[in-house]
Nanobody
Framework: QVQLAESGGGLVQAGGSLKLSCAAS????????MDWIRQAPGKERELIAA????????YYADSVKGRFTISRDNAKDTVYLQMNSLKPEDTANYFC??????????????WGQGTQVTVSS
């Protein structure tokens, strides 16, 4: 099994930046896709960024393109989300998740516990 642990969330003023980390431990996850997903109260979960652990291919939701950057450090089994130009609308609990099967809709094999990001006006 794989354990995922997010960190780096906090309170930040609009326009500021945060960098989230997702550390993976346990079995090898080299064949997985790693996603960052956020959920705000009363809203559906939103996939905001994804990266292939093996080749580094990335995906971004339109809502965060140009502001967020996903990256990974394979040696550390860690995925990062650099969040710039933060807006109050970005306030949410941010999760990292891993999936193996290339199916639609995505089914996630592992989830972290989440880290809260709060952006003040």
């Amino acid at each position: 099994q794989v354990q995922l642990a997010e960190s780096g969330g906090g309170l930040v003023q609009a326009g500021g930046s945060l960098k989230l980390s997702c550390a993976a431990s346990g079995r090898t996850v080299s064949s997985y896709r790693m996603d960052w997903i956020r959920q705000a109260p009363g809203k559906e979960r939103e996939l905001i960024a994804a990266i292939s652990w093996s080749d580094g291919r990335t995906y971004y939701a339109d809502s965060v393109k140009g502001r967020f950057t996903i990256s990974r450090d394979n040696a550390k089994d860690t995925v990062y989300l650099q969040m710039n130009s933060l807006k109050p609308e970005d306030t949410a609990n941010y999760f990292c998740a891993a999936r193996r099967l290339p199916i639609t809709p995505p089914v996630y094999d592992y989830w972290g516990q989440g880290t809260q990001v709060t952006v003040s006006s």
